[in-house]
């Protein structure tokens, strides 16, 4: 790095008063403070990048700002914060994000994948990598492309593709993931509000209770579907159903008699949508606390 005396002059001319007092230090927290300071000119950031505190050199690295000179050696920082920095960075260039999303720790590659600088060359490269997590990172991308959510689909991790299944836009993903034979993924999609009629349909019928106790808590159903998940088999699903606020209260009053106790007490006792809580009386020999009122939408049996 160029010596204080040579980053000082720039700094003297600009006319800056604080800077040029920050420039005649050589301590650690001099060099930092003009690493954060937002008039610190483009040449001395080049030179803070290469500068030994890492804590300097990562106040560089999460520079907006910060120039390509200065971003691209510390992509290759051996400190790994610094490394994460660039990758949070909105600024690093999409040669810099290939190199880091290959990077050998896992916090620097996740970085990547919530930078906005992030593009599809970027996504490509994530969809071809081993970390499973950086995999599903992927999955959750709003800008998934096509061809590579149908890469997805057959992905080797449930969790991926379960991951997939709640976030995805794409109908084909959807109906593709339908067919999936691992129940979590089928929950996945019991959870995404994107999917059609009929797709929440074919969901309320699936073989495994807790997709269809996920499909009643996540989205709004016909009465068709609801009208069969009131006589479901489970009694998972049909206290679901008498829990669950996007369930109108019409079915619900369905399940007050249901053989199951706790259904039962549940079917009576929960809020619907735009209802009065209800307020039981009472039991014999006990006294209401007098400043305890339940509200809406509160502890449900």
């Known amino acids: 790095m160029a010596n204080q005396g040579d980053v000082g002059g720039p700094h003297r001319r600009s006319g800056s008063g604080a800077l ?7 301590s650690a927290e001099a060099r930092l403070a003009l690493a954060q300071h937002p008039e610190t000119p483009q040449l001395t950031l080049i030179d803070l990048a290469a ?3 890492p804590l300097v050199r990562r106040a560089v690295a999460g520079r907006t700002d910060a120039p390509a000179q200065a971003l691209r050696p510390l992509a290759r920082d ?5 490394r994460e920095a660039v990758a949070r960075n909105p600024s690093a260039s999409v040669g810099n994000l290939v190199r880091l999303v290959k990077d050998a720790d896992r916090w620097v590659r996740w970085a990547v994948a919530g930078n906005p600088a992030c593009d599809e060359s970027v996504r490509r490269v994530m969809a071809q990598a081993h970390d499973k997590e950086l995999r599903g990172l992927l999955a959750e991308s709003r800008e998934l492309e096509p061809d590579l959510a149908a890469r997805l689909v057959d992905d080797v991790s449930p969790e991926v593709r379960e991951r997939l299944a709640t976030h995805t836009h794409d109908p084909e993903v959807i ?3 339908l067919a999936d034979r691992t129940a979590r993924v089928r929950k996945g999609l019991a959870r995404n509000p ?3 009629t009929a797709q929440r349909g074919a969901l309320a019928r699936d ?3 807790d997709v269809r106790v996920a499909l009643v808590l996540a989205v709004e159903l016909p009465e068709a579907d609801l009208r069969r998940l009131v006589d479901d088999r489970s009694v998972q699903v049909r206290m679901a159903v008498a829990t669950s606020e996007l369930v109108p209260p019409h079915i619900r009053q369905a399940l007050r008699d249901d053989p199951d106790e706790m259904v039962a007490d549940a ?3 929960t809020p619907g949508r735009g209802s009065s809580p209800v307020v039981q009386a009472p039991r014999v020999g006990h006294r209401a606390a007098g400043g305890d009122r339940r509200r809406p939408g509160g502890a449900r049996h």
């Open 175 to 177: 109906t593709a993931l």
């Open 78 to 82: 051996h400190d790994r914060q610094v």
């Open 194 to 196: 994107r999917t059609s």
């Open 20 to 26: 040029a007092d920050g420039a005649d230090g050589d």
């Open 267 to 269: 079917a009576r006792t």
């Open 207 to 209: 073989p495994v209770a």
């Open 51 to 53: 500068d030994p505190s």
